[in-house]
């Protein structure tokens, strides 16, 4: 799976062994600024990279999630996509965005540009009734990605995010709901 998200910016199913080691060079060279946020990230190696990768697609393929490498001016930067397709104790059919992106890709509009992408996927594609991204409450970047993206904060989450330390923090828990109204009864994931 492509998605041309602008003429710069793309969205890809991963390939393993020839995005394993680039996204885990990226990984190593920000691994301070990243493991802040995202506790698998002081383990991650090139060739846990390349497991980790593998696993996705095979997810891809079950419809479990969708996971997709963020390809900008030609070169991987980062990761986004749906961690998982579930349904909510409410009943409605969702699923969670997550990514994570490059220190030198940082503040080029980016992630608001794949979210937005991610989200009429959702909607359109797989006919979701809402999607939603957890965000520790302190991460700042990631916070004003969701709301940007035109997210509404539903709830925070006491101790829901472990981080690298071990530390349990809150974390807010950002919805977008399907402008069409509800998602379909047969979902495509």
């Known amino acids: 799976m ?11 199913t991963p390939v393993p062994e020839t995005d394993g080691p680039q996204l885990a060079a990226l990984i ?5 600024t ?10 991650t190696t090139r060739a846990s990279e390349i497991a980790f990768l593998k696993e996705l697609v095979k997810q891809a393929d079950q419809h479990q999630s969708l996971q997709l490498v963020m390809v900008w001016q030609g070169n991987p930067v980062g990761m986004a996509g749906f961690n ?19 220190n030198h890709a940082v503040r080029h509009g980016l992630m608001h540009q794949a979210v937005l992408a991610l989200c009429q996927l959702g ?16 991460n700042q970047r990631s916070n004003h990605v969701a709301q940007r993206a035109g997210f509404h904060l539903e709830r925070v989450l ?5 981080l690298f330390t071990g530390r349990q923090v809150d974390a807010n828990d950002w919805i977008k709901v399907n402008p069409d109204g509800q998602g379909q009864e047969n979902p495509v994931y």
């Open 28 to 32: 190593d060279r920000d691994r301070e």
């Open 2 to 12: 492509e998605m041309i998200v602008t003429d710069e910016l793309n969205l890809r």
């Open 34 to 43: 990243l493991q802040q946020w995202l506790p698998w990230v002081p383990k």
């Open 84 to 102: 998982r397709f579930y349904q909510r104790e409410d009943g409605r059919q969702t699923a969670e965005i997550g990514y994570w992106l490059a």
């Open 123 to 138: 909607f359109a594609t797989y006919q979701l009734e809402l999607i939603s991204i957890i965000v520790a409450v302190l």
């Open 158 to 162: 006491p101790a829901r995010i472990t």
